[in-house]
């Protein structure tokens, strides 16, 4: 342990430390041309903490080709360059414009082979039901053939500890008829759903999926289990409820899991008080319970990887991380890998 003894504020984002990052030796990639699909990446510009194109570029090590096989990656919405003036509903389409400049950027050939933000994840208020639909169409003409859905978060606790997501107001909200009918405008317009709720609401999750069955739904952060707050120290209870949660949930033929995400929530690693970051391997043992579970539930054909950088960039580099996934799945056949790192993601987000 460092000298920092103070509790790690879990659930909360703060830039990256590349100074301890530096203090674990890289690891060598782990079958190097595996080909990856990130489907779950952000790009920001925030007070100390910028994290836009060179630097996803530095992590992932495209451009000298050292790194892993990422053939391409989805961004996700986080609140990034949203338009300063208009209706309050349509600013968000800024941050799909701002992430196809750099898909587009990407695409030139000058950056490495990866294709950044081939898959453009936005926000649109679903509460809006029916009149969702003028702000999906915005969004589809900002994206330029790159926009593939909408991430409206439903993550809430009455723990203040916990850090709720940036669009929960309340419980419930899965739940509600403007939701609803927003959601299915959603699905008219062939757009998926990126779904994120912790693991005591996935119960809310069950039930959306069953009363919306043509929606695309794609669930973030391999179920969204909780060990921090009134949860630390509870995570034999805290894996029987996620798990019983998801084994409902996979039997929802609409649903696919996204695995990773959970550096941040998960909380298995101290990040803030350990001398150094975990190793693949160490890594892998945390999250192998979370991460198997998923994949034996809802198969390979409905489980991706992602990485969710730069949030578990607090925790672990970008190398580092994808060998974890690779130690965790290091049984599986060929075709199983195949689908977990790219296959599931070109279906589930469409990809060319």
């Known amino acids: 342990m460092n000298s920092n003894?103070?509790?790690?504020?879990f659930g909360r984002i703060f830039p990256p430390r590349e100074d301890w990052l530096a203090k674990r030796e890289a690891e060598a990639v782990i079958d190097p041309d595996l080909p990856i699909i990130d489907t779950h990446h952000h790009l920001w510009d925030r007070p100390e903490n910028r994290y836009l194109l060179p630097e996803f570029l530095a992590d992932t090590e495209t451009i000298s080709n050292a790194g892993h096989n990422v053939v391409a990656t989805v961004y996700m919405e986080c609140g990034?360059?949203?338009?300063?003036?208009?209706?309050?509903?349509?600013?968000?389409?800024?941050?799909?414009?701002?992430?196809?400049?750099?898909?587009?950027?990407?695409?030139?050939?000058?950056?490495?082979?990866?294709?950044?933000?081939?898959g453009i994840v936005g926000f649109a208020d679903l509460r809006l039901g029916d009149g969702v639909g003028e702000v999906l169409a915005a969004l589809a003409a900002a994206g330029g053939g790159r926009f593939r859905g909408v991430r409206h978060a439903a993550g809430w606790d009455d723990d203040p500890a916990i850090g709720n997501g940036h669009h929960a107001a309340g419980p419930g909200l899965y739940g509600e008829a403007d939701f609803r009918a927003g959601l299915a405008c959603l699905t008219a317009h062939g757009l998926s759903l990126d779904a994120w709720l912790y693991h005591p609401q996935l119960d809310d999750l069950v039930a959306l999926a069953r009363a919306c069955p043509d929606a695309n739904i794609i669930m973030n952060h391999t179920g969204g289990m909780?060990?921090?707050?009134?949860?630390?120290?509870?995570d034999d209870e805290?894996?029987?409820v996620l798990k019983a949660g998801l084994t409902e949930l996979a039997?929802?033929?609409?649903?696919?899991?996204?695995v990773g995400g959970m550096m941040m929530r998960r909380a298995s690693f101290d990040y803030f008080n350990q001398p150094a970051p975990p190793t693949s391997q160490e890594l892998a043992e945390l999250w192998r319970p979370n991460i198997e579970t998923c994949i034996e539930l809802f198969g390979p054909d409905r489980c991706m990887f992602e990485s969710n950088f730069p949030v578990d960039k607090m925790g672990i580099g970008y190398r580092a991380l994808w060998n974890a996934f690779k130690h965790i799945t290091a049984g599986a056949s060929a075709s199983e890998r195949a689908d977990l790192f790219a296959g599931t993601a070109r279906r589930a987000y469409r990809l060319d």
């Open 238 to 240: 805290g894996f029987a």
């Open 80 to 118: 990034s360059m949203y338009r300063a003036e208009g209706p309050d509903e349509m600013r968000s389409v800024g941050e799909v414009e701002f992430a196809a400049g750099i898909a587009a950027t990407s695409e030139s050939g000058g950056y490495g082979l990866a294709r950044v933000a081939a």
């Open 251 to 258: 039997t929802c033929p609409n649903v696919t899991m996204k």
């Open 5 to 9: 003894q103070n509790p790690t504020p």
């Open 226 to 234: 909780l060990g921090y707050g009134v949860y630390k120290g509870r």
